[in-house]
């Protein structure tokens, strides 16, 4: 929570001002549509399950070739008896699971119009970029991939999106995977955000071997400038993974943050080990406690964009993700 409420009303302001600035992409036509692989794989029938693999492969082509190898880790060179048992077998084992799935996305449309409608946004700053025109639900092990985009696909996970409370993910085999910091973001509302992290890291590769550290959060800041454009409508705190009392107190303590990689001169430090600290996956900041999120650098490169770009109004955000990090962080004169 904020020290001050009154700053937080005007964080509130800015934000309510930020969506009336949002670009008008009603008119943008976006062609997308749903496929259920879950739901036609889990129905097949196992007494010729090698013929209804090769049946889905007309429906699904070059998806299922791609979930039998690379998600379900089915090996081509085994004989079709053994790979038919180990497909059974997993059918079996996650049909609680299916079944939770169904319940959950019974109606799938709100997501579908969420990502369809980051997709106008997508077109309306980078016209030239071919969408994907198909989702593809599916459901895979639950310590293996999640949301995945293909040639023409969002590929989505539904077994990472049970809710942050499902038992499934207590198991140690998956939390040894992704532990409760990351599974936490195993929700439905993230399905969207995961779609345009995808089309960013697609879009811009990231590359930032050998670089400072304050140059890697100001890449790191960039894509979540571009995911808040993409998504103008998702809560923030999502966007970098946070809960909204991680977002509100770094905020809070904005100051504080900075300190920590000026007293410390962290920024231009090129040590891999220590830049993962900051602009990683962690459960915290060890320097600034227990209750802290990690990634704290992203956070502040985020902030330093923004600064930036409350200054540079004109730079188009196909130009910003362009620009030279070292400029950025000139011309935004960051003290927070």
């Not at 997709?119 to 092990?141: A, C, E, H, R, S």
């Not at 969002?154 to 942050?164: N, R």
Request: aromatic residues 12%.
């Amino acid at each position: 929570m904020r020290l001050v409420r009154s700053l937080l009303l005007c964080v509130l302001f800015f934000s309510c001002s930020d969506k009336k600035n949002t670009p008008d992409v009603s008119d943008i036509k976006i062609n997308l549509s749903t496929m259920h692989f879950e739901q036609a794989f889990f129905n097949i029938d196992t007494l010729n399950t090698m013929a209804e693999m090769n049946t889905l492969s007309n429906k699904y082509p070059g998806f299922i070739q791609n979930y039998l190898l690379n998600i379900l880790n089915v090996d081509p060179k085994w004989p079709d008896s053994i790979a038919s048992n180990y497909i059974k077998g997993f059918i079996s084992a996650y049909k609680p699971i299916y079944d939770t799935s169904q319940l959950i996305f019974k109606n799938f449309s709100a997501y579908e119009n969420e990502i369809k409608t980051s997709l106008q946004y997508l077109k309306y700053y980078f016209p030239k970029y071919k969408t994907p025109q198909k989702i593809i639900t599916y459901l895979g092990p639950l310590d293996g991939y999640g949301d995945l985009i293909m040639v023409d696909a969002f590929a989505i996970g539904l077994h990472q999106h049970l809710g942050k409370d499902a038992s499934y993910y207590n198991t140690s085999i998956v939390s040894e995977t992704y532990p409760p910091y990351i599974s936490s973001r195993f929700e439905p509302s993230y399905i969207s955000i995961n779609c345009m992290k995808n089309v960013v890291l697609d879009l811009y590769p990231e590359a930032f071997e050998e670089k400072s550290l304050v140059i890697q959060m100001i890449e790191k800041g960039k894509r979540l400038y571009m995911l808040e454009m993409l998504l103008p409508e998702k809560p923030e705190h999502q966007l970098i993974g946070y809960t909204q009392k991680q977002l509100d107190d770094c905020n809070a303590n904005e100051a504080s943050i900075w300190n920590l990689f000026i007293q410390n001169n962290l920024l231009q430090s090129t040590d891999y080990n220590m830049i993962r600290n900051y602009i990683g996956d962690s459960p915290k900041t060890q320097e600034l406690g227990d209750a802290s999120p990690g990634n704290i650098g992203s956070y502040v490169g985020w902030q330093t964009v923004r600064k930036y770009m409350s200054k540079n109004s004109e730079v188009k955000l196909n130009e910003l993700m362009t620009k030279d990090a070292d400029e950025i962080l000139s011309e935004a004169k960051y003290k927070p």
